[in-house]
């Protein structure tokens, strides 16, 4: 199996390929590759590839896992209380 075929990013199927490739190009934080590959971007918000970005930008820099710092982790949607849907305060501008 080509381990560059390797899926890191099951929600947005960013490929060990494309995480290695950002990091050649010199984004180095798991933010960064974020933002140019859109791994951790999809309905897990990054709670399984993070990890697996962390430890490649660790292995292809050379620096140590605890200085790597994860992305932030933030949800798709805004909660809304349950009192709001049972008032029905939310309008279309709302949503």
Known sequence: MDENKVIICRCEDVTLKEIRNAIREG???VEEIKRVTRSGMGPCQGKTCGLLIAKEISQMTGKPMEEIELQNIRP??????FEEVTKGTITENDK
């Open 76 to 81: 798709p949607y805004g909660g809304i209380t």
């Open 27 to 29: 984004f180095t934080t």
